[in-house]
Every structure is written in structure tokens, then in C-alpha cells.
């Protein structure tokens, strides 16, 4: 089985505007910024060559949720010791609200799942597509990675001694994946392996994603993909198999082609 | 499709035990009860797991002294009796996977820490805040089960347990693993108490699903885990029942409200039917997601509508007994529908008085003896996320 990735975006490389993305100026203001730039890019990568109806399921990644909405909530609830708490963050904190709300902005009623597990939530999404793909009802889905850094966060994984393999990273990346090749496809994910902890990196591969160009974060391999896919689209790579094992556990490997 | 189900481990506020878990619906015995896990100013009924997290880890054997998130205790102790009742004890030697699901992951640790932090950040002890993610207590459970297979970690709020089911039955059906255990866990904690109340949707009484007097849900905690064996199984133990059917839609109406139509239940409902190749008639027993909130309820009520109807079966919520266990919910009830299908048995409501439609009355009496083919069971959470689930005999 071959999966068509036929567009791709990131939040570091948007080109329409927020307001353009997302109308709704209250639903914006309600938004933390991993929740506005998920959404945003998820939105993006849906576009005007894909409507809401013509998406079959939507399928996001995150290892560490809505942060900055969580602390919020945590942060209003001991400060006034439980009482008139604003339920917007609360609301907003749950894993997949940038999935829900991209369902919600387009209307659109199909399958809707999140994945939160750390350094594999991305391919855990990517796995769920794959089988969607098989079972043959499926045209196309987006399937896309978020998370952002908050400074409590930092602060936290600072004295865990987080940063002194890299520094930190950030992002949103969204992929339309189809089971026919678009027109402006980009490469071809023909293969997505787990791998146990003790089988990782035996395995020959041509990325080995070590957090340097994408910073440390869960999420980091939807910017390797992301950026593994630009190559492929222009030649300068054929095949391209990426290695991802974040915190030296949950090792897998994915393999693309060029198209 | 068609996935037997060889085992099941639970714990809710009914018990740690599926014996006490039936024997308190048979009495129709709540577990709901005030909160005694922290201090709060909020005096609701909620459903505790009647062990504090040392008493679980000396049942689970583990160091009291280690910190462990409350939702990876939970989770242990669940998956651990399902893998036992499935009659897998060599883990290692099988592809096994474990599917899990939680919204609260490690924050019931979390929120102890952040006061202490808040007020000087170098302060808070980091062994408290090292099991945030969601996927601390999956790991945390694989570890304790001996599980070296595929494992991932699903977060969809209260339908979370429900996915994590559907994804292990797709990945056993494509034979990419020989048994899955697939579940949720979640802890009551501070958090998602003041988030509910903050929403207002915490009764100060007992949940009345369905009843024209309901005014909001109760809160619960727990895990459940159920075991599904792939294509090849040819093993002794006979299973609770097959997964036959499943679906999850988007009700894509608002981010916490449901729509009065029930448009994503009622495709969600229709889409297990559909995999499960039956007609609505079909359906014995209906597990309703039944959180007791004037919206779920109502919309939930429009869908059961849509889906079955004049004709809906005989339907009630578990919620009353175990409060609304968010991302364990759709595990427990799993876990709950199968056992009816087991031992043909339909479970009651508790608190319905005031009938709102003739049509929609859910049971309230305990029921044996009565034949049971196929029990569906829904679960719904913010984001209009909808979830079926259809077992079979």
C-alpha cells in the first residue's frame, strides 16, 4: 500500500492569514497559541483544493496537550483557591482540541482521533491513517503534530536536565494524505515500522532524527518529515527512511519515497 | 468483523473486582460518596476507588515510596487483572499490545506540585511532575504487565477508552499483533473537579440520567482494560462476547455542548451498525453514555431516537453507580456491556422518577434471566467527539 502525502504545512511557514484561517474572531480570541497555530496549519493544509466534505478523518498528535491552557486553569484554581474559575481554559486543555476544533470550523462530522503518547503520538497518528487507508473507505486524511513550549515547561525541564542534549523545539504540521497522488504530491509513505526498545537503531536509515534542525520535542519527526518531504519533492533524495526514538524510548521507523 | 473478547479487569468506585462491581449493580448500591482523596471547597457527590494510592500500590506490590501517578495505579491494577483473566501470564513471549487512554494523565501528581512552584520555581519536587504526559501511565502499566509490545496512548476526553478499543480491533484485524489490551484510566482529581464545576454541569446530588429532574453529572474515577484476541486465537477460555461493530463520528457542534439532534451520536450509533452488518432491531441492551447533564442527555435521547425509532431497547446509564469516569468511561461500560452479554443480564439506572418522554425511560430494575445477542455501548466527549461500541454474542 502506498500513502500519497500530497501537501504539507507548517506553522513556521503559513501564507494566509490568521483571521483568513480562522473567522470566528471569539473562537480565536478563546485560543492559546499551540491551540490558534494547530488549528491555523490544520486549516491551511485543508485549503481550497480540499474542502471539509472531501476529508474522510482527522487525526492529530500531540505529546504534551495544551500547555499554556492547562497551566492556566492550574494556575487560576490555587490562586483563587477554587473559586469563580473561568472554564475556557478548562474547555480548552483537553489533547484534542485542535482536532476538534478544525472538525468544528468545517463542519465536519467524520472520524476524529488524537494521539498522546509522547515521542510516538505522530506515528501513532500516521499508523491510524495507514489502517483507515487499508480497510478501503478512505480518500483523504489529515493527519498533523502539535506542540508548543511554555515557560514553566522549560523551567521544568530545565532542572530535569532536559536541555543539555539540545534545546527546545516547537511546532504545527499538518499533511494531507490521500490514496491517489495529487497533483503537486510530495513523496509517498510506503512503509511505518515500531521497533522495541531494545531493537533501536540496528536498523539502516538515511535520517537519524537527533532533535538538532527541529529542536527537542515530542513531535519533532512531523518536522523531519516535513522537512525530508521538501527533498524528495525537488530530487535531491529518492528514498528516505526516518529514524525517531525521543528520550532513547518508542523507536520507529518511517519509510518515504519520491513520487 | 468480529473480535473475541478472553478478558477483563476494572476498578471504579463499585470495586476492584468484577464480582463487586456486579454484586453492588445488582443491589443497585451506588459508589458515589464525598470526596475524601484531597481538600476542596466543592461538596459533591463523586465515585472514588475505595483505596488510597498507598493501599494500591501494596496490591499491586509495588514500593510504597516510589511515586507513581494515580491514574498509572488504577491503570496497573485493571490491565494486570485482565491479562490474568485472559490467562496470558507469559507476556513476553506473545506480540501483545496495549492501547490505553487518559485526559488526566499524571496531573493528579502534577497539581500537588505546581503551588510550590508557582510560588518559587525552583522549588516542587520533579519526581511529581516526571509522569505529566498521557503516556506515563501507558508506560507505566506496559512496564508493570510485562507488555513489550506496540503500545500507544489515546486522548479524545470521555470517548477516549472507546477509540483506544477500536484502534486495538483494527490492529488485530490487519494481524499486526496476536492480543491487545485496550482500555483507559483516569484519577479523580482537583483539575477536572473545578474544570466541571467551572462549567456548572456538577450535580450537588446524585446524577439522575434521563430524568426530567437531572441537573448535571457526578464525577467518577477508575480503569478498565479488556483483552481481544486476533484471527489465530484457538485458546481455552471462551470468550465474554465479540466486538462486531464500532464507529466514531463528529458531532462538529460546539466544543463541550452536544447538539439537540444528536447528529454525531446518531452517526456513530449507525456506523457500528453498519460494520456490525445488523439492523437497530437488533440491538438487546443499550449502554447509554448518560452522564445525566440536561444536554447530553437530551441529545443523546434525540439520537437514540434517530437510530432505533419507536422501537428503542431497553437502555440505561451506569453513571449513578460510578460517576462519570471521563477517558475510563468508555472502558468500564465496555466492560459492564459484556458482562450483560455474558450472563444475559440488563442493568438499571438509578435516580429515574420523572419520566420526560414515554419513549425514552431508561430501566431501573436489575434483570437476569433475559436473552441478550447484541449490546451496544456509547461514549461522548468534548469536541464533539462520539464513539459505539457494538459486542455480540
Not at chain 1, 478523518?57 to 492547562?70: H, K, Q, V, W
Not at chain 1, 530530487?235 to 519509510?255: A, C, D, F, H, Q
Not at chain 2, 437531572?214 to 477508575?222: D, M, P, Q, T, Y
Request: hydrophobic content about 40%; glycine content about 10%; some cysteine.
Amino acid at each position: 500500500m502506498r500513502y500519497y502525502i500530497n501537501k504539507a504545512v507548517s506553522a513556521a511557514e503559513l501564507t494566509r492569514s490568521l483571521p483568513d484561517l480562522i473567522p470566528d474572531a471569539a473562537m480565536r480570541r478563546r485560543m492559546s497559541k499551540m491551540v490558534r497555530m494547530g488549528v491555523a496549519t490544520g486549516m491551511e493544509c485543508l485549503g481550497k483544493e480540499y474542502p471539509a466534505d472531501s476529508v474522510d478523518a482527522i487525526i492529530t498528535a500531540t505529546g504534551l496537550g495544551c500547555l499554556e491552557d492547562s497551566e492556566k486553569f492550574l494556575r487560576n484554581l490555587t490562586e483563587n483557591d477554587e473559586r469563580l474559575l473561568n472554564p475556557t481554559p478548562f474547555i480548552q486543555s483537553t489533547f484534542n482540541t485542535v482536532g476538534a476544533q478544525i472538525g468544528l470550523l468545517c463542519r465536519n462530522h467524520c472520524y476524529n482521533m488524537t494521539y498522546a503518547h509522547r515521542g510516538r503520538s505522530f506515528e501513532s497518528a500516521l499508523l491510524d491513517a495507514m489502517l483507515l487507508f487499508d480497510g478501503d473507505m478512505y480518500r483523504n486524511i489529515l493527519v498533523g503534530a502539535v506542540d508548543y513550549t511554555i515557560p514553566a515547561q522549560l523551567e521544568i525541564m530545565q532542572r530535569m536536565g532536559f536541555w543539555r542534549k539540545g534545546d527546545p523545539g516547537e511546532g504545527a504540521f499538518f499533511f494531507l494524505i490521500s490514496d491517489q497522488p495529487g497533483e503537486n504530491c510530495l513523496g509517498v509513505l510506503t512503509d511505518l515500522q515500531f521497533l522495541s526498545n531494545d531493537e533501536q537503531s540496528e536498523r539502516e536509515v538515511s535520517i537519524y532524527n537527533d532533535y538538532e534542525q527541529s529542536g527537542i520535542f515530542p513531535t519533532a519527526s512531523a518536522a523531519v518529515l516535513f522537512d525530508a518531504l521538501q527533498q524528495l519533492k525537488d530530487g535531491r533524495m529518492k528514498e528516505v527512511r526516518i529514524s525517531n526514538s525521543y528520550r532513547n524510548e518508542l523507536p520507529s521507523i518511517m519509510t518515504l519515497e519520491c513520487i | 468483523m468480529r473480535i473475541p473478547v478472553i478478558g477483563v479487569g476494572i476498578a471504579s468506585a463499585l470495586g476492584i473486582n468484577v464480582e463487586d462491581n456486579l454484586q453492588a449493580i445488582a443491589k443497585k448500591r451506588s459508589g458515589l460518596g464525598p470526596v475524601t482523596l484531597f481538600q476542596t471547597h466543592h461538596d459533591v457527590p463523586v465515585g472514588e476507588v475505595k483505596f488510597c494510592n498507598k493501599e494500591l500500590k501494596e496490591i499491586l506490590g509495588l514500593n510504597v515510596n516510589n511515586s507513581y501517578s494515580r491514574t498509572a495505579l488504577l491503570g496497573m491494577l485493571a490491565a494486570s487483572r485482565a491479562l490474568s483473566d485472559a490467562g496470558i501470564t507469559s507476556a513476553s513471549t506473545l506480540r501483545i499490545g496495549l492501547i490505553s487512554a487518559t485526559s488526566v494523565g499524571g496531573m493528579d501528581l502534577t497539581e500537588d506540585f505546581y503551588p510550590e512552584f508557582l510560588q518559587d520555581p525552583r522549588k516542587g519536587r520533579l519526581r511529581m511532575v516526571k509522569s505529566h504526559d498521557c503516556a506515563d501511565s501507558t508506560l507505566q502499566i506496559a512496564e508493570y504487565c510485562n507488555i513489550k509490545g506496540f503500545t500507544t496512548t489515546i486522548s479524545t476526553a470521555c470517548s477516549s477508552a472507546a477509540n483506544a478499543i477500536m484502534l486495538a480491533a483494527r490492529m488485530l484485524e490487519k494481524g499486526m499483533l496476536d492480543y491487545v489490551i485496550a482500555g483507559g484510566t483516569d484519577a479523580l482529581c482537583k483539575f477536572t473537579l473545578n474544570g466541571f464545576h467551572s462549567l456548572m454541569i456538577l450535580d450537588q446530588a446524585h446524577c439522575r440520567p434521563f430524568d426530567a429532574s437531572r441537573a448535571g453529572l457526578n464525577l467518577g474515577e477508575g480503569a478498565a482494560y479488556i483483552v481481544m484476541a486476533g484471527k489465530e486465537y484457538g485458546g481455552e477460555a471462551t470468550p465474554y462476547g465479540y466486538l462486531s461493530g464500532f464507529s466514531n463520528a463528529n458531532d462538529a457542534y460546539h466544543q463541550t455542548a452536544t447538539s439537540s439532534t444528536g447528529e454525531g451520536a446518531t452517526r456513530s450509533m449507525l456506523g457500528a451498525l453498519k460494520m456490525a452488518g445488523i439492523e437497530p432491531g437488533k440491538i438487546d441492551y443499550v449502554n447509554v453514555h448518560g452522564t445525566g447533564t440536561p444536554n447530553n442527555d437530551a441529545s443523546e435521547g434525540a439520537a437514540l431516537l434517530n437510530v432505533f425509532g419507536d422501537r428503542i431497547p431497553p437502555f440505561s446509564s451506569t453513571k449513578a453507580f460510578t460517576g462519570h469516569t471521563l477517558a475510563a468511561a468508555g472502558g468500564i461500560e465496555a466492560v459492564y456491556s459484556l458482562l450483560a452479554l455474558r450472563d444475559n443480564m440488563i442493568f438499571p439506572g438509578l435516580n429515574f422518577r420523572v419520566c420526560e418522554d414515554e419513549r425514552l425511560k431508561p430501566q431501573t430494575d436489575f434483570q437476569t434471566g433475559v436473552s441478550l445477542k447484541h449490546v451496544m455501548s456509547n461514549s461522548f466527549g468534548f469536541g464533539g467527539n462520539s464513539s459505539t461500541l457494538i459486542f455480540s454474542r
